[in-house]
């Protein structure tokens, strides 16, 4: 079925169709999918996809019946069960969840920094059916854990999703995606940082091969604030992670990292864009990737700054280990600089394991498997070491040890 | 015989390193090869240890009844062959403690002897690295990651003294050593040298033999033992350099 048929088929399911202004946003979108050569070679988000597969699907949504908020005022902590991308209304004096509103979507349509040839953005928001908004409120402390559930098999979920931290506030944010049914998640998050306020935003993936993952971020940073993404993939299925930094106001910062663990068939596609738009910020990058069978990843990776923007700090880094001969990783780093003081750099570095190392473990009596295997737990284990939470250290810790079983 | 090597021919990316090279070793004994750059000292060190870029093109090798070639890298250094490298490989983010636990577990385990439990081995550990003037802090780091040339050569002493082989190969440990440095390294060999295990040195100088005693000098000279004797060649080398073996 094509856009337009989908699209009419479905509009009475899909979030704010009467809003005429949002129905006439939609309708361009529409448009480009009908008049877009899709330039594989030129557009990032087409990398290493079957685009059929995601543009000719059948639209399928489950309203949840029950979705949970849950309150432990003892740390300040929340845990949230978020049911095909919907999630419970909760307020009290620390958080505000809502559903997210018409002038929501307005605000995401006008965001100029998401690219707009993007298509899965596109489809999110053409066919949106689910999404939240959470405010994190002035000078609170507080820690949110999301599992995020698909329920059934070929549900297709358009989800979006806002968050603001308030002035002075903190947030780690640790979200989960562990599922193993046949449906797809396409979800963009948008994120605020006031003054002064921090995130940590943790993700966790870990679905089965039949289920695809698209996440589109967001954040947007003002004065002394600090936005920090770190990416854990050991999804057999497609992932897609992207993000979208700016660093609007003096003295903000993005620190993202992502390691992504990739087998079989399995394919990642990886971006990352950060704006530099004031003085004295710093942005950091780091993406890397352990690729075996046949896997293949992409990662691009941007850095802009702005006239305005002296005494900027930008770095990237990625690196990549292919453990098998069919493997690829390409990774594309780019620097675009228009003031002149300022202290940035980037790297990549894919390759097979060094086989140097692998002898001298060898040499004092390791098996090549168990070398590799120290290796590759070497090769990461700075970010490892970097969780400062011991039981999400401990679930990523089983993961990696789930992933290495496999490597022979 | 501990170590026999006949008429090893060894050849990389076409090109011939060894060439007919014979050298047998007994228990207990010391031996020096040395030999000009380029002459496949190094080659011969990597060879016997099972470095898998070499293609040997015709030879044997035996250590202790077993037929060198039978066995992969792991398996020969569980057996009781050591490598001290020339340049020992930087490991970035696999800390020295627990790489060496595993390392001499591994060896127990092949030789079906109990492993060895943390507190034991932190003891152990803790022992050989005083003798060799060693800083238990630098136990903390990562394989020979951001150590200085000096100190990676005394860990590599420190690895052999933990794992106490049968046959310890040195290549040019003494590269790279101060003279005090130096003294700590070879004291540290002697003090594992028994009527049990035997050392094969590899080195440009008679310095380091000056503090450890060979009973046999090889020269090897493109791939192949052209001299042997007492540690009068090493003088003899000292005075009059390679040359004249060339």
């Keep these: ?408 | 015989m501990f170590l026999e090597i006949k008429d090893l021919s060894v050849k990389i990316e076409n090109k011939n390193i060894l060439n007919g090279l014979n050298l047998n070793i007994n228990k207990g004994e010391v031996h020096a090869i040395m030999g000009p750059n380029g002459c496949g000292k190094s080659t011969l060190a990597n060879v016997l240890a099972g470095k898998e870029d070499y293609e040997i093109l015709n030879g044997k090798i035996n250590f202790k009844d077993n037929d060198l070639f039978d066995l992969n890298i792991e398996e020969r250094a569980q057996e009781g062959m050591f490598l001290a490298f020339q340049y020992p490989v930087e490991i970035p983010g696999v800390n020295i403690t627990p790489f060496l636990h595993s390392a001499i577990n591994s060896k127990r385990k092949r030789m079906n002897e109990e492993e060895i439990d943390n507190l034991s081995f932190a003891k152990l550990l803790k022992s050989k690295a005083s003798d060799l003037d060693i800083n238990i802090d630098m136990l903390k780091r990562s394989v020979n990651t951001g150590f200085s040339g000096g100190e990676k050569k005394r860990y590599e002493i420190l690895q052999m003294s933990i794992l106490n082989p049968d046959l310890a190969i040195l290549d040019e440990t003494d590269s790279g050593l101060d003279i005090d440095a130096l003294k700590i390294v070879t004291e540290g060999v002697n003090r594992l040298k028994t009527k049990n295990n035997s050392f094969l040195i590899i080195t440009h100088y008679q310095k380091l033999l000056d503090y450890i005693k060979p009973d046999h000098v090889h020269v090897m000279v493109n791939g192949s033992i052209v001299k042997s004797g007492g540690s009068e060649i090493a003088a003899e080398i000292e005075k009059d350099g390679f040359q004249k073996f060339q």
């Design chain 1, 1 to 408: 079925m094509n856009i337009q048929d989908n699209y009419q088929k479905n509009k009475k399911n899909i979030f704010f169709s009467g809003n005429k202004d949002i129905q006439s946003h939609r309708e361009k979108l529409i448009n480009i999918f009908e008049t877009d050569r899709f330039d594989r070679k030129n557009n990032e988000s087409l990398k290493n996809i079957n685009l059929k597969k995601f543009i000719e699907f059948k639209y399928k949504y489950l309203v949840p019946e029950e979705t949970s908020v849950i309150n432990n005022n003892q740390d300040n902590s929340y845990s949230i069960v978020s049911v095909n991308g919907q999630c419970s209304s909760f307020k009290d004096d620390k958080i505000e969840i809502t559903k997210i509103l018409d002038e929501d979507y307005n605000d995401f349509s006008k965001n100029n920094t998401i690219e707009k040839n993007d298509h899965f953005v596109n489809l999110n928001s053409l066919f949106l059916n689910s999404g939240f908004k959470i405010v994190i409120k002035k000078n609170n402390n507080i820690k949110i854990k999301i599992s995020n559930i698909v329920t059934d098999d070929n549900l297709t979920i358009f989800q979006k999703n806002n968050y603001i931290c308030e002035e002075g506030s903190s947030l780690s944010l640790i979200e989960e995606y562990e599922n193993k049914n046949n449906s797809t998640s396409n979800i963009l998050n948008v994120i605020n940082l006031e003054n002064n306020s921090k995130l940590n935003h943790f993700l966790i993936q870990d679905n089965s091969s039949n289920h695809n993952l698209i996440i589109t971020s967001h954040s947007s940073c003002k004065k002394d604030s600090t936005y920090t993404q770190k990416v854990y993939n050991f999804s057999e299925g497609y992932v897609r992670n992207f993000h979208y930094s700016e660093l609007i106001e003096i003295n903000s910062e993005a620190d993202l990292q992502g390691i992504f663990f990739l087998k079989d068939n399995n394919t990642s596609n990886n971006k990352t864009f950060v704006k530099h738009l004031a003085e004295d910020c710093k942005s950091n990058q780091v993406y890397k990737g352990i690729l075996n069978d046949r896997a293949k990843a992409t990662y691009f990776s941007n850095t802009y700054v702005n006239q305005v923007a002296q005494k900027t700090e930008g770095y990237q880094l990625s690196k990549g280990i292919l453990l098998s001969d069919n493997a690829s990783y390409f990774s594309k780093p780019e620097l675009k600089i228009y003031a002149d003081d300022v202290k940035c750099s980037h790297g990549s570095t894919i390759g097979p394991i060094d086989e140097n190392a692998v002898f001298y473990l060898r040499s004092r009596g390791m098996s090549k498997i168990a070398a590799t295997k120290i290796l590759i737990s070497s090769f990461i284990n700075e970010e490892l070491s970097s969780i400062n939470d011991d039981l999400m250290s401990e679930t990523i810790q089983k993961k990696l040890v789930r992933y290495l079983s496999k490597v022979k």
